[in-house]
């Protein structure tokens, strides 16, 4: 069993800052590529951030220079640092795990959200 824990949503004003955690936990072999995606309403799924095992990030061009993605290996853990946030960053946010869980089994998790809204 794996489980992927978001937290750390909320509202916020414009201009303002949030940061997104994200735990996985349960049986895992192996944590690979962690990502950030987000849905407004109305709207796909869309990526925000993504970052490997050693560290390398891609973002999308509409966060480039306001969110920074990082990761604790040893937790398990990913987080999405948002600055300067702009009513446009409402959405939903998803965190997606590429985990290994053993020598055969390797699959995405996805967590169940956490909503951020930017209004003031």
């Known amino acids: 069993q794996v489980q992927v824990v978001e937290s750390g949503g909320g509202l916020v004003q414009p201009g303002g800052s949030l940061t997104l955690s994200c735990a996985a936990s349960?049986?895992?072999?192996?944590?690979?590529?962690m990502g950030w995606y987000r849905q407004a309403p109305g709207s796909q799924r869309e990526l925000v951030a993504t970052i490997t095992v050693g560290g390398t990030t891609n973002y999308a061009d509409s966060v480039k220079g306001r969110f920074t993605i990082s990761r604790e290996n040893a937790k398990n853990t990913v987080y999405l640092q948002m600055n300067n946030l702009e009513p446009e960053d409402t959405a939903v946010y998803y965190c997606?795990?590429?985990?290994?869980?053993?020598?055969?089994?390797?699959?995405?998790?996805w967590g169940q959200g956490t909503q951020v809204t930017v209004s003031s």
């Open positions: 997606n795990a590429d985990i290994t869980r053993n020598f055969y089994l390797r699959q995405d998790y």
């Open positions: 349960g049986t895992i072999l192996r944590v690979n590529n």
